[in-house]
C-alpha cells in the first residue's frame, strides 16, 4: 500500500499546526484573534479532509487486507482517533477570536495542548502504522 499521499498530508498538517502554535504565542488584537481563527479553520479543513479519506480508504483497506495483528492496530487507531477528533472539535468551536482575547493564556494551553496531541498521532501513524500499511497490496488502497 503506497502512503504517500498521507504522508504529504501529515507534512503540510504539521507546517500549519506549527504556524498556528506560533501564532497563538502572540494573539493580542482583534486582527490578531482573527487571524488565528482563520488558521484554525484552514487547519481543519485540511485535518477533515485528511481524516476522512483515512477512514474511507486506509484503515478499511488495512482492516481487509491485513492479518490479525494489523486489524487489531488499525481497529485501536481508529477507537483512539475518536478522541483526538472531539478534542479538536471542541477546540475549534472554543477558538472563536472573542474568546481567544477573552482569555489568552487559555487559548495557548488548549492550543498547545490539542496540537501536541495531533503531532503525537501523527508521529504514531508515521513511525508505527504507515510502515505496516506499505506491506500490503496497493489495491483499491486509495493513496
Not at 20 to 43: F, H, P
Not at 75 to 88: F, I, T
Not at 103 to 129: H, K, M, Q, T
Request: with cysteine.
Amino acid at each position: 500500500m503506497d502512503t504517500g499521499t498521507y504522508r504529504a498530508e501529515h507534512r503540510r498538517i504539521l507546517r500549519r499546526a506549527a504556524e498556528l502554535r506560533g501564532w497563538s504565542q502572540d494573539v493580542r488584537t482583534a486582527g490578531d484573534a482573527d487571524q488565528a481563527r482563520a488558521m484554525i479553520l484552514r487547519l481543519d479543513l485540511l485535518i477533515s479532509r485528511h481524516l476522512a479519506r483515512e477512514d474511507t480508504q486506509f484503515y478499511p483497506h488495512v482492516q481487509r487486507q491485513g492479518d490479525a495483528r494489523m486489524k487489531a492496530m488499525a481497529d485501536e487507531a481508529v477507537a483512539d482517533m475518536g478522541g483526538l477528533a472531539g478534542a479538536w472539535a471542541a477546540f475549534v468551536a472554543a477558538s472563536g477570536p472573542g474568546e481567544m482575547l477573552q482569555n489568552p493564556s487559555r487559548f495557548r494551553s488548549c492550543c498547545a495542548s490539542v496540537l501536541g496531541a495531533l503531532a503525537a498521532r501523527i508521529e504514531d501513524e508515521e513511525e508505527r502504522l504507515y510502515p505496516m500499511a506499505e506491506s500490503l497490496p496497493t489495491a483499491e488502497a486509495g493513496a
